[in-house]
């Protein structure tokens, strides 16, 4: 299968589980599995073997029905030396991870607790380090009683939890509240700070990249700003926002980066990142960055138009960037310029970060539109 390594440098080794949704057709059903897989990737473990099971009504003891746990569970028993956890694409309660711990006698971790993961390997600053172990908390919190745990730093993965009884517990309970607590004020005095600064900065107009992780947003700041920015073919590469002044055609603005959505994003993890995002919520003007060569990049579009909405920021005009277009051929790229002009709500511009085509038509977007916020500001 495409995407699937065998744990080497020591990677934790992933057996998947993935449950289709009710109405999927095949062709997102093989995308949703090429993100999913990319997100494995982008956690740093390696993928071993996936189960792909049609939708079912969730059983509230397991999650899956008798008859799939028992299935995995035959593969693991055969494989059970080259398979380190095994991760559920859906949200678990936490009484169905620990059925699931029983009956497969390995750690079970699902998509929240995958996604935490990686914010946690991506997380760059104090700001962001405390925004991920908040979410990082509150997933563990009401987990705690299974067997394995994610909470050990150093190890940076799943892990076996050391024995420990009630008394344990309780006590492993508090200390998590405490924490939870500190982290909070923290974050609030991050907040205020972040709020003063804003508020001292000069008084440049704002404008925001957003869209779908993975796109090219860091890549088009980098463009933008001529400063080096992190970019990666991994997702979520990004968790904070960095803002950077920038002078276009001798119109002045302050451009921010930020951390990219994802369809499925738990809501805890959005919760945590309202900090970061908002640059989003105070921005005149909205880059929307989409990935035009992905075959999903409509139901991408709408994940982040919904996340906007979520954060309050759906009202802020939008330049729509169509960004790798490098990756289409040229009758594609007509196809989808007249369709997409046809009916887009969005002023777009079709450009490629990498090979800069179009780069010159968004420039005189940006200025266009910053002086159309600035005359109905007036
Ligand atoms: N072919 C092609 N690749 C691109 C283009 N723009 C960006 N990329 C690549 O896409 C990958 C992701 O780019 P980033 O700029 O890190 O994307 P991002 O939107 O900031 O991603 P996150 O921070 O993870 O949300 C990198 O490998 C880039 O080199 C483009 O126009 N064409
Ligand atoms: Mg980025």
Known sequence: MKGVAIGENGQLRAL????????????????????????????????????????????????????????????????????DFILVDAELSAVQVRNL???????VTDREGLILEIFARNARTAQAKAQVELARLEYELPRLAHQWTHLSR??????????????????????????????????KEYAKQA?????????????????????????????????????????FATLDTTTRKVVLQGVPFLLSDTVGFIRKLPPNLLQAFLTTLAEVKEADLLLLVVDASSPGY???LRTV?????????????????????????????????????????????FV?????????KLYAQIVTLLEQVALSKK
Request: positive net charge; proline residues 5%; without cysteine.
């Open 154 to 187: 150093e190890r940076g993965g799943i892990g076996l939890r050391g024995g420990g009884g009630e008394q344990q517990l309780e006590a492993d309970r508090r200390k998590i509240r405490k924490q939870i607590t500190q982290l909070r004020l923290k974050l």
């Open 195 to 235: 709020a003063i600064r804003r508020e001292k900065r000069e008084t440049l107009p704002r404008v925001a990249l957003v869209g779908y992780t993975n796109v090219g947003k860091s890549t088009l700041m980098q463009l933008i700003t001529k400063a080096p920015v992190l970019v990666a073919d991994r997702l």
């Open 16 to 83: 998947i589980v993935r449950i289709e949704g009710p109405a999927e057709s095949p062709e997102q059903s093989e995308e949703y599995l090429e993100e999913l897989l990319f997100l494995t990737r982008s956690a740093g473990y390696a993928v071993m073997h996936v189960f792909t099971y049609g939708w079912r009504r969730p059983d509230p003891a397991t999650f899956l029905t008798k008859g799939r746990v028992q299935e995995v569970q035959a593969y693991i028993e055969v494989h059970k030396d080259a398979i």
């Open 298 to 300: 409509l139901e991408q």
């Open 352 to 360: 490629s970060a990498a090979t800069k085509e179009n780069l010159h």
């Open 101 to 107: 711990e029983k009956a497969w006698g390995k750690p």
């Open 305 to 349: 138009e919904r996340t906007l909405e979520t954060i309050g920021a759906a009202d802020i005009p939008i330049l729509l960037v169509m960004n790798k277009i490098d990756r289409l051929t040229p009758e594609q790229r007509e196809l989808l310029e007249t369709t997409w002009h046809a009916q887009s709500p969005y002023p777009t511009v």
